[in-house]
């Protein structure tokens, strides 16, 4: 066998787990692995300016195409503990990401030497698995393992930490005859799913609800097939958007108390019968259980066993991979169309057709400041259906939501559980690395953007253009809405006199100039009619300079975005359509 440094086979198993993307920055204690890419070859790397944005980076990669699995690497110290937001929101969304860090040398890391720190501990709540590897010839088995977990069950991050001795101590490792384990992933058997097909064949107005397990699993287009055999309209999760096409007929609409149609929780609240496939019930989806749940069924599918039951205790749960789960129901669905067993939905399917038709909130404004609906509206106009938007939180995400459409799997790249502020940035870079012919939209609200407004050198730097659309308020906007409650506005305000752009009349950061100074391009648009123009120049100056490029739309100050506390009790703060010209891109107008 060949003797190599421990980190050398480390980098040779990543090659053959199919890695050849990584974002990272170098420091003294993962200098050798740095080495190592280096001189074996094979894995390009994308460095980032921040390691928090290159956890983001990863991020954006894995969910770009089901199978991918990011990888970012930092050194010892503050590099794993700002990559720690980047595992949480991994794991909170179960995306695999491989985190890799340098530590010192095993006999001082109980002398408090220089930035050494107990990142395995740090780390275990917020990843799948965390370890920091002792000994040398373990660390081939470390990242065979990683990966083994990463895919297995309900995916999830990792983090490997290597002492710099570790590292570089010779070992013995057979690379030629390695070959990465097979992952494990839970099957329902024909009797589960013969049981939940019975019961939604009972019910007299069904719903499926798809969740983001069926993107990561790659599950789409069965999710599609299941829904088109049985009639049943589709109700995909904010995670799930995407999984069936927001023009098809049975795609009714999004529930929740934020990121949700007005049509789709009206066609939740009229249906008895909820089948979940690859949803967590999250409670931005459902508000209170008693409301979510009252007067109808539930089967929910889900890969991880204690997710069955975690939120409330479904009719029947199944615990399978989503992928496996609709094979089998798209087989059994069609034996019982074929036997005649199916009951006809074609009435029910009209009744939250005719609702997501007319139930539709006003997006043509033409007042200046620019009102955020009207943004949207001119996002639809221009981008086209393969357009990729990745987002994180706040008003920005909240509305982008409610207005944009999404048709295809993994083209609504979005943090669901854990929302990190500046998250946008990295993860949009993360998705134009993994796919260079995609068409990536970022969309931030101000503060989002400022939060990580670094990462845009690196685009700069390694060419990644996407254009990026910034909403400006100089607010906080999610947060002083939410502080209406509390009749305060305190603290949110991000608005200051520019002395060196006083053309901002009070808007506070030039971000125009900050984007120009990273080595990208900017376009500031003040007049809701000129936006489409932007938004197109805005792709010719991408294709061109071949980097980011940012068009900020400066908005009025205060708006209050549709919300509420229970999904039958939804605030509409501004205004419903009453014809076609209140909402000209509505999705029903452009079916």
């Not at 003797?3 to 890695?19: Q, W």
């Not at 043509?364 to 001119?378: A, D, G, L, N, S």
């Not at 752009?501 to 125009?512: K, M, Q, T």
């Amino acid at each position: 066998m060949a003797k190599m440094k421990a980190i050398e086979a480390a980098v040779e198993v990543l090659k053959k787990e199919g890695v050849i993307q990584a974002f990272g920055v170098p420091g003294a204690a993962i200098n050798p692995m740095y080495a190592a890419l280096k001189k074996l070859g094979g894995i390009d790397h994308i460095l980032a300016r921040h390691v928090e944005g290159a956890s983001h980076m990863a991020e954006g990669y894995t969910r770009t195409n089901t199978g991918n699995i990011g990888v970012c690497i930092g050194t010892s110290g503050p590099a794993g503990t700002d990559m720690i937001t980047g595992l949480y929101s991994a794991a909170a969304d179960s995306i695999p990401i491989l985190c890799i860090t340098g530590q010192a040398p095993r006999a001082r890391l109980h002398k408090e030497d220089f930035q050494a720190v107990d990142i395995e501990s740090i780390a275990k709540p917020v990843a799948k698995w965390a370890t920091t590897v002792l000994e040398p010839a373990q660390v081939p088995r470390a990242f065979q393992q990683a990966f083994h977990l990463m895919r297995s069950g309900r995916p999830g991050p990792v983090l490997i930490d290597l002492p710099i001795d570790v590292q570089l101590a010779e070992i013995e490792f057979d690379i030629d005859s390695y070959e990465p384990l097979e992952a494990y992933k839970p099957t329902a058997s024909r009797a589960q799913i013969e049981k939940a097909l019975t019961m939604l064949n009972q019910s007299e107005k069904p719903l499926i609800v798809a969740g983001g397990g069926v993107i990561n699993a790659g599950a789409s287009d069965l999710l599609q097939q299941f829904a088109e055999i049985t009639g049943v309209p589709v109700i995909p999760t904010l995670m799930g958007w995407g999984s069936i096409s927001d023009n098809h007929e049975l795609m009714v609409g999004m529930v929740g108390l934020q990121t949700a149609h007005r049509y789709g929780n009206a066609n939740m609240l009229a249906s008895d019968f909820v089948f979940g496939v690859g949803n967590r019930w999250a409670n931005r989806h459902t508000g209170s259980v008693d409301v979510y749940t009252k007067g109808r069924k539930f089967v929910h599918i889900d890969i991880e066993p204690t997710q069955i039951g975690r939120v409330f205790c479904p009719d029947l749960g199944i615990v399978s991979d989503a992928k496996a789960a609709l094979e089998l129901i798209v087989e059994v669905a069609r034996e019982m169309k074929a036997a005649g067993k199916l009951a006809d939905r074609s009435a029910w399917v009209s009744e939250c057709q005719q609702r997501k038709a007319t139930m539709l909130r006003k997006t043509h404004y033409t007042e200046t400041p620019v009102k955020p609906m009207r943004v949207y509206e001119e996002m639809n106009k221009v981008f086209g259906e393969e357009t990729c938007y990745v987002s994180t939180i706040g008003l920005s995400q909240i509305a982008a939501a409610q207005f944009l459409h999404v048709y295809k799997p993994n083209h609504w790249i979005n943090c669901g559980q854990a929302g990190p502020l500046g998250w946008t940035i990295p993860a949009a870079l993360g998705v134009r690395a993994a796919d260079p012919q995609r068409p990536v939209v970022a969309l931030s609200g101000d503060y989002d953007f400022q939060f990580m407004i670094e990462e845009l050198a690196a685009g700069a730097q390694f060419n990644l253009p996407y254009i990026h659309v910034l909403v400006n308020n100089s607010y906080l906007g999610l947060i002083r809405q939410a502080q209406r409650q509390f009749d305060i506005d305190y603290c949110v305000q991000l608005a200051f006199e520019n002395q060196n752009a006083p053309e901002l009349n009070g808007y506070g950061v030039d971000h125009v100039a900050v984007v120009e100074g990273l080595g990208c391009k900017a376009i500031r648009v003040t007049d809701p009619e000129k936006i489409a123009d932007a938004l197109r120049e805005a792709q010719v100056l991408m294709n061109k300079h071949k980097v980011p490029v940012v068009v900020e739309v400066i908005l009025e100050r205060v708006t209050n975005i549709a919300m509420g506390v229970e999904i039958d009790g939804i605030n509409e703060f501004e205004a419903l359509t009453e014809d076609q010209a209140d909402a000209p891109t509505a999705i029903t107008f452009n079916q």
